[in-house]
């Protein structure tokens, strides 16, 4: 069964409307969960490492104040894409790591297909 | 600067008609290497993680391998349902567990 739950899995709207993608861990606890974004035939990018009651670090490039991440609880980190524009279409997977263990792998949840028209 | 090439891009199979995949990868301290599968228009499952080299795990037909410089993903008579991405990714030492990925191969497998 699925162990990240990402939700909504597709999204339609307007430019410069605020979209909010929910990612949960539903068998463990995760004090940290990534972003990543994957264009058309592209690789994975990571976005940004959200780590639960502290400020989530973003990778070079990805603006903070555009992508808001927030990850109050140990099962829940949110993505906020605020004021979205036609170039911020993309499919965006969050992912969660079991704390239990270095060796443990991330498991990713379904996606969500975010279309700015 | 870490890197992950993966070939080839695609790749178009027989039914039964075993091949590897190939993940060549730069990283300044390996931590683990990750091989995902994708399926169109879902996130990536897990398949498998090797730590170091000459390491390798078996899962039904396929079977992962690791050198200091690469993976190989074996797919031994592959069957219709085998046919998605494949995506290899590297986690660094001192990556704090993010993970970088190549580019997959895309694999269909013919009946």
């Known amino acids: 069964g699925a162990v990240v739950s990402q939700h909504p899995s597709w999204v339609i709207c307007k430019s410069g409307t605020s979209v909010k993608i929910e990612c949960r861990s539903l068998d463990f606890q995760a004090t940290t969960m990534f972003w990543y974004r994957q264009f058309p035939k592209q690789s994975l990018m990571l976005m940004a490492t959200?780590?639960?009651?502290?400020?989530?670090?973003?990778e070079q490039g990805v603006e903070k104040d555009k992508f808001l991440i927030n990850h109050a609880s140990l099962t829940l980190s949110t993505l906020t894409v605020t004021s979205a524009h036609p170039e911020d279409s993309s499919f965006y997977i969050c992912?969660?790591?079991?704390?239990?263990?270095?060796?443990?792998?991330?498991?990713f949840g379904d996606g969500t297909r975010l279309s700015i028209l | 600067e870490d890197q992950v090439t993966q070939s080839p891009e695609a790749l178009r199979l027989q039914e039964g008609e075993s091949s590897s995949l190939n993940c060549s990868y730069t990283v300044s301290g390996l931590r683990g290497l990750f091989w995902y599968r994708q399926d169109p228009g879902k996130g990536p499952e897990f398949l498998f993680t090797l730590y170091s080299a000459g390491e390798e795990k078996e899962k039904e037909r396929l079977k992962a391998t690791l050198t200091k410089k690469e993976s190989f993903l074996h797919i031994t008579a592959p069957k219709p349902e085998d046919s998605a991405t494949y995506l290899c990714a590297v986690q660094a030492a001192d990556s704090g567990y993010a993970l970088n990925f190549g580019k997959g191969t895309s694999l269909l497998v013919t009946p």
């Open positions: 992912s969660a790591r079991s704390p239990q263990g270095s060796n443990q792998p991330q498991h």
């Open positions: 959200s780590n639960e009651g502290s400020k989530a670090t973003y």
